[in-house]
T-cell receptor
Framework: SQQGEEDPQALSIQEGENATMNCSYKTSINNLQWYRQNSGRGLVHLILIRSNEREKHSGRLRVTLDTSKKSSSLLITASRAADTASYFCATDAGRGSTLGRLYFGRGTQLTVWP | EAQVTQNPRYLITVTGKKLTVTCSQNMNHEYMSWYRQDPGLGLRQIYYSMNVEVTDKGDVPEGYKVSRKEKRNFPLILESPSPNQTSLYFC?????????????FGPGTRLTVL
């Protein structure tokens, strides 16, 4: 399937440290998105990067995309306890894919200790 | 306020008793989708809809039905629920088109089938 896979499955860090999560996917894509989920709640969109972009920033978030390696990374700088959540990458399925359909990975559980 | 609403938020039922989980969005989105989330399995798509009267199976459609009679509503129907449908369910919506659009998620419905 096209499903992305996040790595690591779980990440535990101290406040102030940076957190890096990775996502790998299988086929070509038009865009890749990152979402955040607080425990048991709905996912919230964080950032979108298109296949012709290599890096994108939004506040303390930095996303990179390497289409040759079919991978993306999400960096959260100067993490805070409030960043504790699960983070998911989601991809479309590239040219010819169903418009709007996204494929989600299993997520990385980030815990930030005060 | 732009949002996706789901009802009920929590439901405990018994095997075989038909139930419907409602989903409504106020953003005039064409695309709507249902996911289930289970520990270790991430989000799996059940059904999606590209527009009114247009629905299609996702990755795990067995045991579910949907309908899209109005643009804003996309109910999920379990005709004869079974314990393996115990899960956390999310409805999501977005625009569709050649561009890339973020999906907006509802707050989730936690379903327990005894």
């Amino acid at each position: 399937s096209q499903q992305g896979e996040e790595d690591p499955q779980a990440l535990s860090i101290q406040e102030g440290e940076n957190a890096t999560m990775n996502c790998s996917y299988k086929t070509s894509i038009n865009n890749l998105q990152w979402y955040r989920q607080n425990s048991g709640r709905g996912l919230v969109h964080l950032i979108l990067i298109r296949s012709n972009e290599r890096e994108k920033h939004s506040g303390r978030l930095r996303v990179t995309l390497d289409t040759s390696k079919k991978s993306s990374s999400l960096l959260i700088t100067a993490s805070r306890a409030a960043d504790t959540a699960s983070y998911f990458c989601a991809t479309d399925a590239g040219r010819g894919s169903t418009l709007g359909r996204l494929y989600f990975g299993r997520g990385t559980q980030l815990t930030v200790w005060p | 306020e732009a949002q996706v609403t789901q009802n009920p938020r929590y439901l405990i039922t018994v095997t075989g008793k038909k139930l419907t989980v409602t989903c409504s969005q106020n953003m005039n989105h064409e695309y709507m989708s249902w996911y289930r989330q289970d520990p270790g399995l991430g989000l799996r798509q059940i059904y999606y809809s590209m527009n009114v009267e247009v629905t299609d199976k996702g990755d795990v459609p067995e045991g579910y039905k949907v309908s899209r009679k109005e643009k804003r509503n996309f109910p999920l129907i379990l005709e004869s629920p079974s314990p393996n449908q115990t899960s956390l369910y999310f409805c999501a919506s977005s625009f569709k088109g050649q561009g890339a659009y973020e999906q907006f998620f509802g707050p989730g419905t936690r379903l327990t089938v005894l």
